[in-house]
């Protein structure tokens, strides 16, 4: 289990964290939000790359900072923006990981094969990585996230840079990943995840405007979700008043949906189910008018 107790992070001018608490059990969890909300911040305290202002971060029992060196060895941690060294093969960057993760060298060879393996970059292994793009790149940095085949997963961002086709694999593979760990991923709302994470969080203003199952959340937008098809002249008298979760502009016609706890004064408007980002929008507008 991993356990935050009241975690606030200040920094010079502003907290961007304010007293969170919450308990995860094995499984995919999200950690969403706007950008600049803080979750970058919250996984590197999770990571025990930057130390709370105050609270406290444990993992199964283990405490950071106290605890740090163990907590370490049973995480795997896939930052933003991860670097590489260009002049390296994966295999070779991957086993300079292992290394510094404290993998005995007679298991590293085969570990570092496996991970490469699972994140699907084998058949690149003599090209420097230099020649890799960005989400070739960031498979790496997956890849070294397991090589210590970790309790705790937090993966900042995994899906950014990859193709469609990858992002279905990846999610599939976060997926069966947690049914034996904690898998933590930020990310911005992606559909291939919402039928497969067990919690998401939305994290926005300091604080977490939502915790829990996915149906739940969505569940929260209920009744405040409307649809409307406007011609150009009334979208564009309308437009700044709305608060719109989606937009799809087809032959002059605009179709949209709003969000709203009364109904729009517009022709045509009709109450409709909400959807997984409608309730995001709902949440952060709600968290906005506070
Ligand atoms: N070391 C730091 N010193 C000062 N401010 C910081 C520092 N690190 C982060 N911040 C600020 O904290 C806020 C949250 O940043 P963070 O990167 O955690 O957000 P995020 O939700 O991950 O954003 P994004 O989705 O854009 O990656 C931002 O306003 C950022 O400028």
Same mark, same amino acid.
């Given at each position: 289990?991993?356990?935050? +107790?009241?975690?606030?992070?200040?920094?010079?001018?502003?907290?961007?964290?304010?007293?969170?608490?919450?308990?995860?059990?094995?499984?995919?969890?999200?950690?969403? !939000?706007?950008?600049?909300?803080?979750?970058?911040?919250?996984?590197?305290?999770?990571?025990?790359?930057?130390?709370?202002?105050? !609270?406290?971060?444990?993992?199964?029992?283990?405490?950071?900072?106290?605890?740090?060196?163990?907590?370490?060895?049973?995480?795997?941690?896939?930052?933003?923006?991860?670097?590489?060294?260009?002049?390296?093969?994966?295999?070779?960057?991957?086993?300079?990981?292992?290394?510094?993760? !404290?993998?005995?060298?007679?298991?590293?060879?085969?570990?570092?094969?496996?991970?490469?393996?699972?994140?699907?970059?084998?058949?690149?292994?003599?090209?420097?990585?230099?020649?890799?793009?960005?989400?070739?790149?960031?498979?790496?940095?997956?890849?070294?996230?397991?090589?210590?085949?970790?309790?705790?997963?937090?993966?900042?961002?995994?899906?950014?840079?990859?193709?469609?086709?990858?992002?279905?694999?990846?999610?599939?593979?976060?997926?069966?990943?947690?049914?034996?760990?904690?898998?933590?991923?930020?990310?911005?709302?992606?559909?291939?995840?919402?039928?497969?994470?067990?919690?998401?969080?939305?994290?926005?203003?300091?604080?977490?405007?939502?915790?829990?199952?996915?149906?739940?959340?969505?569940?929260?937008?209920?009744?405040?979700?409307?649809?409307?098809?406007?011609?150009? !002249?009334?979208?564009?008298?309308?437009?700044?008043?709305?608060?719109?979760?989606?937009?799809?502009?087809?032959?002059?016609?605009?179709?949209?949906?709003?969000?709203?706890?009364?109904?729009?004064?517009?022709?045509?408007?009709?109450?409709?189910?909400?959807?997984?980002?409608?309730?995001?929008?709902?949440?952060? +507008?709600?968290?906005?008018?506070?």
């Amino acid at each position: 289990m991993l356990e935050l +107790s009241s975690i606030t992070k200040c920094f010079k001018k502003s907290c961007v964290i304010n007293d969170i608490s919450l308990s995860l059990p094995k499984g995919l969890h999200l950690l969403t !939000g706007p950008n600049g909300a803080g979750k970058t911040t919250l996984l590197r305290i999770l990571a025990g790359v930057i130390a709370p202002t105050t !609270g406290q971060v444990s993992l199964n029992g283990m405490f950071l900072p106290n605890d740090s060196v163990r907590f370490k060895a049973h995480m795997g941690y896939l930052p933003q923006n991860f670097g590489i060294y260009p002049e390296m093969t994966a295999q070779k960057f991957l086993k300079y990981f292992a290394e510094l993760k !404290g993998i005995p060298a007679a298991v590293a060879s085969a570990k570092v094969e496996e991970v490469m393996d699972i994140a699907q970059i084998s058949s690149f292994h003599n090209k420097t990585l230099r020649d890799w793009t960005k989400g070739m790149r960031q498979k790496v940095g997956i890849a070294q996230g397991l090589l210590n085949d970790p309790d705790l997963l937090l993966m900042d961002e995994p899906l950014s840079g990859l193709d469609p086709e990858e992002r279905f694999y990846f999610c599939n593979l976060f997926s069966q990943l947690s049914s034996e760990r904690i898998v933590l991923l930020s990310t911005h709302i992606v559909s291939e995840l919402t039928a497969l994470a067990d919690s998401i969080m939305l994290l926005h203003k300091e604080k977490l405007r939502f915790k829990g199952p996915i149906s739940v959340m969505i569940d929260t937008a209920r009744s405040f979700v409307w649809r409307a098809i406007l011609s150009e !002249g009334e979208w564009n008298d309308k437009k700044n008043e709305l608060i719109v979760s989606s937009l799809r502009a087809d032959k002059g016609l605009y179709e949209i949906r709003i969000i709203s706890d009364v109904r729009p004064e517009l022709t045509g408007v009709c109450s409709v189910e909400p959807t997984l980002e409608d309730a995001y929008i709902y949440l952060v +507008s709600q968290g906005d008018s506070k």
